[in-house]
T-cell receptor, first 116, second 109 residues
């Protein structure tokens, strides 16, 4: 059974970089699309972006200048880096597998708070 | 960006009743690229329906999806206790970005 587990700090200071890692078990990151999605408090889910082993990637235009998603096949992980964070980046962050655009496996989610 | 609107915001029903949830898109969406998710409290979203009508692996047949163009529907034929949750629609036709609806909460009446 495939599982995804995110890890990283739950508190990030304004203007710093938010970094999260998603460990994939039961599947290889060499196939499919690996995605980050977030949910700010009281708001709808927001797709952040995806990357794939083949190098195909795309990001939400509103975040594109600040975000990078990378894949590490040696550890079967993928990661999210979001620069210059503000309080508006406070959210539950999920990692997920994309399959033709729908997301068929998700992590449990981790709350990241941006605060000094 | 395609904006999705869901109605109603909250649906109060009893176990065994039928639930009908709606999602409307701000522009036409290819029905091949439309999905529904369920999120129970404290859990991650779970894919229910993809391609507007196809149940994901392990999803019971009381869940069904329909629709085309700008109007899509998720139907739960007979509510079970575990079905009381929040349901989100999603389009993956025109991206970036992939977009989600605001959700419909199905509460126990």
């Amino acid at each position: 059974q495939m599982q995804l587990q995110e890890s990283g700090p739950g508190l990030v200071k304004p203007s710093e970089t938010l970094s999260l890692t998603c460990t994939v078990s039961g599947a290889s990151v060499r196939s499919h699309y690996w995605t980050w999605i977030r949910q700010p408090p009281g708001r709808r889910l927001e797709w952040i972006g995806y990357n794939s082993y083949s190098g195909t990637s795309d990001y939400w235009p509103s975040l594109k200048s600040r975000v990078t998603i990378s894949i590490d096949t040696s550890t079967n992980q993928f990661s999210l880096k979001l620069n210059s964070v503000t309080a508006a980046d406070t959210a539950i962050y999920y990692c997920a597998r994309g399959s033709t655009g729908a997301f068929d496996y998700w992590s449990q989610g981790t709350l990241v708070t941006v605060s000094s | 960006e395609i904006v999705l609107t869901q109605s109603p915001g909250t649906l109060s029903l009893s176990p065994g009743e039928r639930a009908t949830l709606s999602c409307r898109a701000s522009q036409s969406v290819n029905s091949k690229f439309f999905a529904w998710y369920q999120q129970r409290p404290g859990q991650a979203p779970r894919l229910l329906i993809h391609g507007s009508t196809n149940r994901a692996n392990g999803i019971p047949d009381r869940f069904s999806g329909s629709g085309s163009g700008t109007d899509f529907t998720l139907t739960i034929s007979r509510l079970e206790p575990e079905d009381f949750a929040v349901y989100y629609c999603q389009q993956y036709d025109a991206f970036p970005p992939f977009t989600f609806g605001p959700g419909t909460r199905v509460d126990i009446k």
